[in-house]
């Protein structure tokens, strides 16, 4: 099938915001091959040699993460990991509400390319419209009566760790979806102890794409380094928020002028979510969505999360919001996590009330330090990168609350689960 290298990609076919179902995602997309002599070797190549890196978050390779598993002795299970526990994400949610299909797909090339015989959907349930578009997706699939592995679907919890890798393991193995060290690694140990590929399902989507198109195909956009496309989820004070697909090494204000511009005057942006950090708005134009670019120094473009604050927020209000949420978020398993992130999250928000001790904003950044590379997981360390930047891009507003002023509404404007405590 010839397939044009523009974009839309993982996003085509869905404009009128309706899902495919299993006829329709062929029409657009075509039939997927993965059957014939060493089918698994040549998914693996091809993968490889499109330089894809996942979509998570981490941005690993993803044929070093395929050959981990493929390179093992047993049967090996894939993970689809569409939990998307970044609440100011909804890539994922598109994908697996409006395309289902490319990401069963994908989860396939990846089961072939593994020698995997079970795949199991790692999604939220409380999304009525997702959870009935996998089922029915899964359903379609089963009616097929088309040889492959077996599929099922699970739910998982909405805590914001339960999406790393080890925890989405934990929760499939019958236990508490938290994270655990390694090793053992996934791919050595995994669901029912067997080798287990765990991937973001745009991640796979995107190898979807690959097995039909080809390595070229997927390099004919994007950089040398970064090449394909990605999705964003862009909010905050912008004309048309959304979920949009772009190439990497886009520049920030071509995605804006794409969303119909800024709906007010931007203060800051924040870049790859809550375990992300603030850009102060006035780089916001020169932004370059690749990892290679200076600005992102303090981050990454991480979850595929941008979100534009607005002058009429508070970017001290938010930002306390945020770290008090991630405080609420720890898996209570390590110490530096479970009474640093509470202790950060505490001093935060009365540097927002305005009643800051004398030394306040010194004990942060030291407290951000010590929690940084400590414990079974990532999390403390996006909370203090997150933290870090916020005391730096606020810093004349953190001035301000501590001489009791102000210049924005303390009404929350980020997105948090509804059982969050505001600090505002």
Partial sequence: ?????????????????????????????GALETSGRDAGGRLLDVIENSGLRGRGGAHVSSALKLRAVAG????????????????????????????????LDGALVAATAVGADEVVLYVKRSDPRLWAAVLHAVDERRATGARGPALRVV?????????QETAAIA??????????????RPFERGVGNRPTLVSNVETLAHMALIA??????????????????????????????????????????????????VSERPQALLVGGYGGAWLDARHMEDLVLSEGDPLLAAGSTGAGVLWVLGEGSCGVWESARVLDYLAAQSAGQCGPCLYGLRAI???????????????????LRRWG?????????????????FLASALEVFSREID??????????????????AAAREAA
């Fill in 1 to 29: 099938m010839s397939a044009e290298r523009g974009l839309p990609r993982l996003l085509r076919g869905i404009e009128g915001g309706a899902t495919l179902c299993l006829a329709q995602h062929l029409r657009v997309h």
């Fill in 72 to 103: 093992r002795r047993r049967r090996a299970v894939v993970v689809a990991n569409g939990s998307e526990s970044e609440p100011a994400s909804r890539k994922d949610a598109v994908l697996l509400t409006h395309t289902p299909h490319l990401v």
């Fill in 155 to 163: 739910a998982a919890p909405s805590s914001y760790v339960s999406g």
């Fill in 171 to 184: 929760h499939l193995n019958g236990k508490p979806a938290l994270p655990t060290t390694v090793p053992p």
């Fill in 212 to 261: 039909r198109h080809g390595a070229d195909w997927f390099r004919a956009v994007g950089s040398s380094t970064q090449p394909g496309s990605v999705l964003v989820t862009l909010g905050g004070a912008v004309a048309r928020p959304g979920v949009y697909e772009i190439a990497f090494a886009s520049p920030m204000a071509d995605l804006l002028r794409a969303a119909g511009g």
């Fill in 345 to 363: 999250g505490d001093a935060f928000d009365l540097v927002a009330r305005g009643r800051a001790r004398d030394g306040e904003l010194a004990r």
């Fill in 369 to 385: 330090a010590e929690v940084t590379d400590r414990g079974a997981c990532r999390h403390p360390d996006g909370a203090a990168r």
């Fill in 400 to 417: 301000g609350h501590r001489a009791g002023r102000c210049a924005g509404v303390h009404a929350p404007a980020m997105p948090l689960p």
